[in-house]
C-alpha cells in the first residue's frame, strides 16, 4: 500500500527554456578560486551557501552536519514534494499500513552493504529509530512508536493509536545508519569526521574550504555516472555570482544578478525557481522559555508584520522570485483549502502602517522625539541575525528595517558566519533571525505546525532547540497537532484543528512571515545534464536540499 498525497503543494515557475532558483538562505564563505578545479576532471562543483570554513562534521543528526544526508546516509524511501507520486523506494522496496493505522511493516532492499563492507540488515533500521528513544532531542516529529525486526529483510513499526500521519516522515525522513559503528556514538553531541552509510557517494577529501564526494563503486543502485562532487565555501552570495561569470561552479542555490536572464548572460546556464520555503523573521518568543527583548510581546510582531511593504521587498531584494506568504504558513495556494478562518490566505503586500501605530499605542507604546516607540523607559529597538554574504538576505533586511523605522520600529542588522548563526538560533541568543519556514515530506501544513509550532522542539534559551527555535509552546497548538496525528488524511475533522493552530498562530506569530520564497538554482547544462526541468520536476532542486540533491546526483551525467 502506498500513501498517496492530498495535492500539490509546492509551486514551480521558469521563464522560457530558462531554469530559475532564487535562495531561501543563500550564502557564501571561504576561499575565493575553491571551485575552479572541476572542469578538468568532471567534478561537479556545488556552492551550497556555506558561511565561513567548513567544520568536519557528519553527524547526520547534528544541527552543524554540514552534508551527507541522502548522499551518504539513507533513508527508506525518497518522497518528492513537488509530486503526488508514489514514493520511491530506497532502502525499503514497499510498506504497508495495517486497516487502523497502528502498525507499519516495510520491506527491506536486499544485498545492500555500508561502504566499509559489512551488510545493512533490519538491525540497523530498528537501532536507528531506537537512537530517538534513547536521545529524545533527536525526535523532530512525533515518534512515539516501537520497531521491531521481523527478519533480515522486514521491520514493524507499532503504536498505540492511529498514526498513518507519521508514515512520510518515518519513511522518508529518517537516515539509517550502522549499528555496528554507532553503538557508542552520541549523536547530539559526537563529531563523525569519516561518515559511513550505503549511499551512491563517499566522502573522499576535506578542506575547510570545500570538501569532495567520490561515487560509491559498490552501490546497490549501480555506480553514479557523476565521480565526484566538490562542495565549496565562498566569501558570499556575490562570489557566488562570479563564479557562474566565470564557469567555474556548476550549481549554486542563491541569487545572480538578472537572474532572469541566466541563459542569455551565461549560455552555459539555465536556472529554475520552485516555491516552498517561506521566508519568516523569527523571533525568540517566549519569556517562559528565557526569552528577553521587545519581540516577546505578540503586539510588537504583529506590528512589525504590518509594517512590511512585501512588493517592495519581493522587488528590491529578489528580482521579483518571491511570491504571497501566508500568515499561518499553509503554503499558497496549493494550501488555501486547508484554512477557512481568513478570507484570504495571504499576507498584505503592502504596508499598513496605520494598523502598526494601532497596536502600539493601544498597547501603551509612545513615539519618541526620534520617531521610534518606547515604552517604560525602553526603545523599541531590535536586533536580527543574519549570515554574512547572504546578500539577498541583507539586502532584505536593509529594506525591512527602513519600512519599520517608517513605522517606528528600529532594527539593527547583525551579521556572523554560519556557525555563529545557527548557534545564536538554536540556543535562543537572538531577538530576531530572518530565515525560511520549510514544508515538510507530504503537502499539508499538519508538518509545518508540528516541526516548527510543537513544543517538543522548542527548548528553554541557552539549550538547543529542535525546528521551533522561536520556542513557541501553547498546550492547546501541542494538543491539537497530537489530535492530528491520529488522524487520516482524508478524514474531514482535521479541519477543527487545522482552525485552532491556526487562529492561535495568527494570535501570537512567533515567526513573522515575510514571503514564499522562490528557491532559485542556477546550474551548468553544458557540462552536466539530468538536472530537472519544469517539465520534470522529479526532486525538488536546490542544492542545500537534503534528499533532494541526492536524487538530483544520482540522475546527472557529464555531457559527452
Same mark, same amino acid.
Given at each position: 500500500?502506498?500513501?498517496?498525497?492530498?495535492?500539490?503543494?509546492?509551486?514551480?515557475?521558469?521563464?522560457?527554456?530558462?531554469?530559475?532558483?532564487?535562495?531561501?538562505?543563500?550564502?557564501?564563505?571561504?576561499?575565493?578560486?575553491?571551485?575552479?578545479?572541476?572542469?578538468?576532471?568532471?567534478?561537479?562543483?556545488?556552492?551550497?551557501?556555506?558561511?565561513?570554513?567548513?567544520?568536519?562534521?557528519?553527524?547526520?543528526?547534528?544541527?552543524?552536519?554540514?552534508?551527507?544526508?541522502?548522499?551518504?546516509?539513507?533513508?527508506?524511501?525518497?518522497?518528492?514534494?513537488?509530486?503526488?507520486?508514489?514514493?520511491?523506494?530506497?532502502?525499503?522496496?514497499?510498506?504497508?499500513?495495517?486497516?487502523?493505522?497502528?502498525?507499519?511493516?516495510?520491506?527491506?532492499?536486499?544485498?545492500?552493504?555500508?561502504?566499509?563492507?559489512?551488510?545493512?540488515?533490519?538491525?540497523?533500521?530498528?537501532?536507528?529509530?531506537?537512537?530517538?528513544?534513547?536521545?529524545?532531542?533527536?525526535?523532530?516529529?512525533?515518534?512515539?512508536?516501537?520497531?521491531?525486526?521481523?527478519?533480515?529483510?522486514?521491520?514493524?513499526?507499532?503504536?498505540?493509536?492511529?498514526?498513518?500521519?507519521?508514515?512520510?516522515?518515518?519513511?522518508?525522513?529518517?537516515?539509517?545508519?550502522?549499528?555496528?559503528?554507532?553503538?557508542?556514538?552520541?549523536?547530539?553531541?559526537?563529531?563523525?569526521?569519516?561518515?559511513?552509510?550505503?549511499?551512491?557517494?563517499?566522502?573522499?577529501?576535506?578542506?575547510?574550504?570545500?570538501?569532495?564526494?567520490?561515487?560509491?563503486?559498490?552501490?546497490?543502485?549501480?555506480?553514479?555516472?557523476? +565521480?565526484?562532487?566538490?562542495?565549496?565555501? =565562498?566569501?558570499? $552570495? !556575490? @562570489?557566488?555570482?562570479? *563564479?557562474?561569470? %566565470?564557469?567555474?561552479?556548476?550549481?549554486?542555490?542563491?541569487?545572480?544578478?538578472?537572474?532572469?536572464?541566466?541563459?542569455?548572460?551565461?549560455?552555459?546556464?539555465?536556472?529554475?525557481?520552485?516555491?516552498?520555503?517561506?521566508?519568516?523573521?523569527?523571533?525568540?518568543?517566549?519569556?517562559?522559555?528565557?526569552?528577553?527583548?521587545?519581540?516577546?510581546?505578540?503586539?510588537?510582531?504583529?506590528?512589525?508584520?504590518?509594517?512590511?511593504?512585501?512588493?517592495?521587498?519581493?522587488?528590491?531584494?529578489?528580482?521579483?522570485?518571491?511570491?504571497?506568504?501566508?500568515?499561518?504558513?499553509?503554503?499558497?495556494?496549493? +494550501?488555501?483549502?486547508?484554512?477557512?478562518? =481568513?478570507?484570504? $490566505? !495571504? @499576507?498584505?503586500?503592502? *504596508?499598513?502602517? %496605520?494598523?502598526?501605530?494601532?497596536?502600539?499605542?493601544?498597547?501603551?507604546?509612545?513615539?519618541?522625539?526620534?520617531?521610534?516607540?518606547?515604552?517604560?523607559?525602553?526603545?523599541?529597538?531590535?536586533?536580527?541575525?543574519?549570515?554574512?554574504?547572504?546578500?539577498?538576505?541583507?539586502?532584505?533586511?536593509?529594506?525591512?528595517?527602513?519600512?519599520?523605522?517608517?513605522?517606528?520600529?528600529?532594527?539593527?542588522?547583525?551579521?556572523?558566519?554560519?556557525?555563529?548563526?545557527?548557534?545564536?538560533?538554536?540556543?535562543?541568543?537572538?531577538?530576531?533571525?530572518?530565515?525560511?519556514?520549510?514544508?515538510?515530506?507530504?503537502?499539508?501544513?499538519?508538518?509545518?505546525?508540528?516541526?516548527?509550532?510543537?513544543?517538543?522542539?522548542? *527548548?528553554?534559551?541557552?539549550?538547543?532547540?529542535?525546528?521551533?527555535?522561536?520556542?513557541?509552546?501553547?498546550?492547546?497548538?501541542?494538543?491539537?497537532?497530537?489530535?492530528?496525528?491520529?488522524?487520516?488524511?482524508?478524514?474531514?475533522?482535521?479541519?477543527?484543528?487545522?482552525?485552532?493552530?491556526?487562529?492561535?498562530?495568527?494570535?501570537?506569530?512567533?515567526?513573522?512571515?515575510?514571503?514564499?520564497?522562490?528557491?532559485?538554482?542556477?546550474?551548468?547544462?553544458?557540462?552536466?545534464?539530468?538536472?530537472?526541468?519544469?517539465?520534470?520536476?522529479?526532486?525538488?532542486?536546490?542544492?542545500?536540499?537534503?534528499?533532494?540533491?541526492?536524487?538530483?546526483?544520482?540522475?546527472?551525467?557529464?555531457?559527452?
Amino acid at each position: 500500500m502506498f500513501l498517496k498525497k492530498r495535492a500539490v503543494a509546492v509551486l514551480a515557475g521558469a521563464a522560457a527554456l530558462s531554469l530559475m532558483v532564487a535562495g531561501c538562505g543563500s550564502s557564501d564563505s571561504g576561499g575565493s578560486d575553491a571551485g575552479t578545479s572541476g572542469a578538468e576532471d568532471g567534478t561537479l562543483v556545488a556552492f551550497t551557501g556555506q558561511a565561513g570554513d567548513y567544520q568536519k562534521n557528519f553527524n547526520p543528526f547534528s544541527p552543524s552536519q554540514i552534508g551527507g544526508v541522502g548522499t551518504i546516509y539513507e533513508q527508506l524511501f525518497f518522497i518528492n514534494q513537488l509530486s503526488t507520486d508514489e514514493f520511491e523506494p530506497v532502502l525499503g522496496t514497499s510498506y504497508e499500513w495495517n486497516e487502523d493505522g497502528t502498525e507499519l511493516t516495510v520491506a527491506l532492499r536486499e544485498g545492500v552493504t555500508f561502504t566499509d563492507g559489512e551488510p545493512f540488515t533490519a538491525d540497523d533500521v530498528v537501532f536507528s529509530f531506537q537512537l530517538i528513544d534513547e536521545y529524545p532531542q533527536l525526535d523532530s516529529f512525533g515518534w512515539d512508536g516501537q520497531v521491531e525486526a521481523l527478519d533480515e529483510h522486514t521491520v514493524k513499526f507499532s503504536f498505540d493509536r492511529a498514526s498513518f500521519v507519521l508514515g512520510a516522515q518515518i519513511l522518508g525522513r529518517q537516515v539509517i545508519v550502522p549499528e555496528h559503528l554507532w553503538a557508542d556514538v552520541d549523536p547530539t553531541t559526537d563529531i563523525m569526521e569519516n561518515p559511513v552509510g550505503t549511499g551512491a557517494f563517499m566522502l573522499d577529501s576535506f578542506m575547510p574550504q570545500a570538501f569532495t564526494f567520490v561515487a560509491n563503486p559498490d552501490y546497490w543502485g549501480g555506480e553514479p555516472e557523476l +565521480q565526484k562532487i566538490r562542495w565549496i565555501a =565562498l566569501s558570499g $552570495n !556575490q @562570489a557566488g555570482a562570479d *563564479a557562474v561569470s %566565470a564557469g567555474t561552479i556548476d550549481w549554486l542555490t542563491g541569487p545572480i544578478p538578472d537572474i532572469q536572464n541566466t541563459n542569455k548572460n551565461h549560455p552555459q546556464y539555465h536556472h529554475l525557481t520552485a516555491f516552498s520555503s517561506q521566508m519568516v523573521l523569527a523571533t525568540c518568543s517566549s519569556v517562559e522559555m528565557g526569552c528577553e527583548g521587545p519581540q516577546t510581546d505578540p503586539v510588537v510582531r504583529h506590528a512589525l508584520y504590518n509594517a512590511l511593504d512585501r512588493t517592495q521587498l519581493n522587488n528590491l531584494a529578489f528580482e521579483k522570485t518571491a511570491a504571497p506568504v501566508s500568515p499561518v504558513f499553509a503554503l499558497t495556494p496549493g +494550501q488555501d483549502d486547508f484554512v477557512t478562518i =481568513l478570507d484570504e $490566505n !495571504q @499576507a498584505p503586500m503592502t *504596508a499598513q502602517p %496605520a494598523e502598526s501605530t494601532r497596536l502600539l499605542e493601544d498597547a501603551g507604546w509612545a513615539k519618541g522625539a526620534d520617531g521610534i516607540f518606547a515604552k517604560d523607559g525602553q526603545r523599541l529597538s531590535l536586533s536580527v541575525e543574519v549570515v554574512t554574504g547572504w546578500t539577498d538576505y541583507i539586502t532584505a533586511l536593509d529594506v525591512i528595517s527602513s519600512q519599520a523605522r517608517a513605522a517606528g520600529i528600529e532594527i539593527n542588522v547583525s551579521q556572523s558566519s554560519w556557525n555563529e548563526w545557527t548557534e545564536r538560533k538554536v540556543t535562543g541568543q537572538f531577538q530576531l533571525a530572518i530565515d525560511g519556514v520549510h514544508q515538510g515530506p507530504q503537502p499539508d501544513p499538519y508538518f509545518v505546525y508540528q516541526d516548527f509550532f510543537h513544543s517538543r522542539n522548542g *527548548a528553554a534559551v541557552g539549550e538547543r532547540a529542535g525546528n521551533n527555535f522561536a520556542r513557541f509552546a501553547d498546550p492547546e497548538v501541542d494538543a491539537a497537532i497530537e489530535a492530528l496525528t491520529a488522524m487520516a488524511f482524508d478524514d474531514p475533522a482535521r479541519q477543527a484543528h487545522f482552525d485552532t493552530i491556526q487562529q492561535i498562530l495568527l494570535d501570537e506569530m512567533p515567526y513573522i512571515p515575510v514571503l514564499n520564497g522562490g528557491t532559485t538554482s542556477v546550474w551548468n547544462t553544458a557540462r552536466f545534464e539530468g538536472w530537472p526541468t519544469q517539465d520534470d520536476l522529479y526532486a525538488f532542486p536546490a542544492v542545500w536540499s537534503s534528499f533532494d540533491n541526492a536524487q538530483i546526483y544520482q540522475r546527472l551525467s557529464p555531457v559527452g
